[in-house]
């Protein structure tokens, strides 16, 4: 097949998240197994117009800002100079609404929805245009098949309207030569907790510094390391002062690869406290590195999660369960050691070589659509 794929940006733009990696790790395999795949996205400050990465040729125009008013234009360009067979859209923004302007067999990939979670990261204006343009979603894509990546996120989008037959799930891999257990990698010496990952208010990394006061009470030797780049970490450093913690607090920012596999490695639990996401990746590359986790009971968060087996999940906002279930791991090395091993198991189950040929399957039903 020669597939169209659109999304916001790719793997190389500085702002690329979880998002950029689900879709492209699958696209890449899908090139591998004889498929012609083009990428239609955004562009960004000195990036090239067009390249080819391992094989997927990236097309890029506009820019993170403008590119929904863009992309309609450009992918009717695109169409007229050549043939697809089948559109992947992949909304984790706004929606692009193709089926009103495009007519092509299409498979919607969806990592989450916002909903309401928009307005506890953006001002109010800007959170309701999202909000709303959320809103049309069942009656313009109605008939197209959709893709998701969690439970959570299939029952979401059934509860909106499109019928649960139309919805496949195909969970999210780990890159298993990257995150993968080491013995002779040896945890720190002072208990240490780990959030890794972008550094947005709906985060809610706010929830966790203030659950880390509280068990520097009852383990002063404890630190807690807030790895990743955005732009609430201002914040979160004032928070920090502010509770009088910010000597056992690190924010190193953006780290490579190689210091984020060590990290996940030699901390003692790694915590997520989101209020939504579309999956955990990184509970997943964590227990697939030996640690165990820590999850906000939230869509998305809960099902990368096996609670009491790869690691605890508590109520979202609860600072307090919070805090009692970081202690318990960092002072009960038993129980530690036996969600470390329970993850290390769980994380077995995850693969994108796996990912891709569901994906794939996914995508031969679609493609025999004619909408």
């Known amino acids: 097949m020669n597939i169209l794929a659109l999304n916001w940006q790719d793997l190389t733009n500085p702002q690329a998240g979880g998002a950029e990696v689900h879709l492209e790790e699958l696209l890449r395999r899908i090139v591998r197994t004889g498929h012609r795949v083009t990428l239609f996205c955004s562009g960004y400050d000195h990036c090239k117009s067009e390249e080819t990465i391992e094989g997927v040729r990236i097309i890029r125009r506009g820019n993170r800002y403008n590119f929904n008013l863009v992309a309609p234009f450009g992918l009717r360009k695109l169409m007229r100079k050549e043939r697809f067979d089948i559109l992947i859209e992949d909304i984790n923004k706004i929606p692009f609404y193709t089926p009103l302007y495009l007519k092509i067999p299409t498979l919607v990939v969806v990592p989450h929805l916002f909903s309401t979670t928009v307005f506890k990261e953006i001002n109010f204006l800007l959170g309701l245009y999202i909000y709303l343009s959320e809103k049309p979603l069942v009656p313009i894509y109605k008939g197209r098949k959709f893709n998701v990546i969690s439970e959570s996120t299939a029952n979401d989008i059934s509860a909106r309207g499109?019928?649960?037959?139309?919805?496949?799930?195909?969970?999210?891999?780990?890159?298993?030569?990257?995150?993968?257990?080491?013995?002779?990698?040896?945890?720190?010496?002072?208990?240490?907790?780990?959030?890794?990952?972008?550094?947005?208010?709906?985060?809610?990394?706010?929830?966790?510094?203030?659950?880390?006061?509280?068990?520097?009470?009852?383990?002063?030797?404890?630190?807690?390391?807030?790895?990743?780049?955005?732009?609430?970490?201002?914040?979160?450093?004032?928070?920090?002062?502010?509770?009088?913690?910010?000597?056992?607090?690190?924010?190193?920012?953006?780290?490579?690869?190689?210091?984020?596999?060590?990290?996940?490695?030699?901390?003692?639990?790694?915590?997520?406290?989101?209020?939504?996401?579309?999956?955990?990746?990184?509970?997943?590359?964590a227990n697939a590195c030996g640690t165990t986790v820590i999850a906000a009971?939230?869509?998305?968060?809960?099902?990368?999660?096996?609670?009491?087996?790869?690691?605890?999940?508590?109520?979202?906002?609860?600072?307090?369960?919070?805090?009692?279930?970081?202690?318990?791991?960092?002072?009960?090395?038993?129980?530690?050691?036996?969600?470390?091993?329970?993850?290390?198991?769980?994380?077995?189950?995850?693969?994108?070589?796996?990912?891709?040929?569901?994906?794939?399957?996914?995508?031969?039903?679609?493609?025999?659509?004619?909408?």
Request: aromatic share 10%; hydrophobic share 35%.
């Open 297 to 371: 009971n939230v869509a998305g968060l809960k099902d990368s999660v096996v609670d009491g087996q790869t690691g605890f999940l508590y109520e979202y906002g609860n600072i307090n369960e919070l805090s009692d279930k970081l202690a318990e791991i960092l002072l009960d090395v038993q129980l530690r050691h036996r969600l470390e091993k329970g993850g290390l198991e769980w994380a077995k189950k995850f693969d994108w070589d796996h990912a891709a040929n569901d994906f794939m399957k996914a995508l031969g039903t679609a493609a025999g659509q004619r909408n």
């Open 162 to 285: 499109i019928p649960r037959g139309d919805i496949s799930v195909t969970h999210c891999g780990i890159d298993s030569d990257t995150y993968r257990f080491d013995a002779s990698t040896k945890k720190f010496e002072s208990p240490t907790v780990l959030y890794l990952g972008r550094v947005k208010k709906y985060k809610s990394v706010d929830h966790l510094i203030r659950a880390f006061q509280i068990v520097q009470k009852k383990i002063p030797e404890a630190e807690l390391k807030i790895v990743g780049s955005g732009d609430y970490l201002p914040r979160l450093r004032s928070l920090a002062t502010e509770l009088k913690v910010d000597g056992k607090v690190e924010f190193p920012g953006f780290v490579s690869q190689e210091r984020k596999v060590e990290l996940m490695h030699r901390c003692h639990v790694a915590v997520y406290p989101s209020l939504k996401e579309g999956w955990g990746l990184t509970n997943i590359e």
